[in-house]
């Protein structure tokens, strides 16, 4: 069997649920996210780090079938180019941030860096059960916070597709369907990691 | 064997690997982080997503063999209370993140969110290989900035401490004595996961 196009070839052993994480398109538009599995990324999310144990993360899911009306205001929120593909994913999530600390009102300026950290626990939880996670930033947040009715204090982050990768030729957009076999590209760890002081690159 | 009074018992099946994550302040003074091993946690943040695979992540190492001045500088930008016990980390690292976009100059929105997803990789990785992390946001990020060489064109994020867990009963303070014991807390699922629109908690 050839190796997929999107596994990389580490320079340094990683675990497979980190290597082989990438963000399809092409989503199984017959293959739904059993609720169970959906919980299991949720808790991998939930035991994520954060700044004085805030939390400050929060997710809205959204289907089909498990809550329709949502869903199509949620989908009708993202940009063109996202709503050509994103339609096949069985579900959207919508996340949203407290970018006030609970204990002081403060702004909170690890609330997004958090976030990051616990969609990341999410999302290699989702890869070592073979389910995939597209990420968008390509959306309208106040249709977005409407549409899932996100409270004021909450700052929509992304809206992520979630489900089982699918055929890549099912996509419309030929750029899409080029883009879904084209090798992830990362800098070399020399680029961003320096010992001792930082040497310019 | 008792269970380690970090480790929870998860509502949902997860990976130990992010189960298991805790943040000690305790480090194993006498067992450094081996150089090949470091290398597998930076290959780990490498393959995180980002925004327009921007890759806004830097980091930058010290030990006090490795890089004696820049460690012990980087060290005296913590506060007291972190100083008290990062001492013992073979490694400390200074994360900063490029606050604009290199393609357009604009201020990148996600950059801190993926520095999150970045460190939350390597984070798991680590404990995949039984090393733990425990971040730090106390810090003077003028201190560490300068302590690091970073160019002003990138921000300081966290410090992370870095080694193996040690005994908790070497450290100094005793409210950090009794901290390192505490099962970790967490909100449960029904209080930040949503179905279709928000509910009021």
Redesign the interface.
Known sequence: MSRHPKH?T??????P???Q?W?PRAFDVNRDVER?DL??L???A????S?F?E?P??????GPR??P???ARLLASLIGSNQAWAASAPVLVLSAVASTLARSGEQN??A??????????M???AT?MGISVR?M?GFDRNLAQAA????ATFDP??VMAIGYAGDPDALTSEKHRAQERQP????A?TD???????E?K
């Open positions: 990389p580490p320079d340094h052993e990683i675990l649920a980190i290597g994480r963000s169970a919980l299991r949720f808790e991998a939930r035991w994520a780090p700044s144990n939390q993360w929060r997710f809205v899911v959204t498990l809550s009306e949502p869903h300026e690890l997004w860096y958090d976030m990051g950290q616990a969609v990341a626990q999302i290699v939880q070592s990420q930033e899932c009715h996100v409270p982050v992304v992830r590209l990362r800098r760890i961003f990691v320096f010992d001792g002081v930082w310019a």
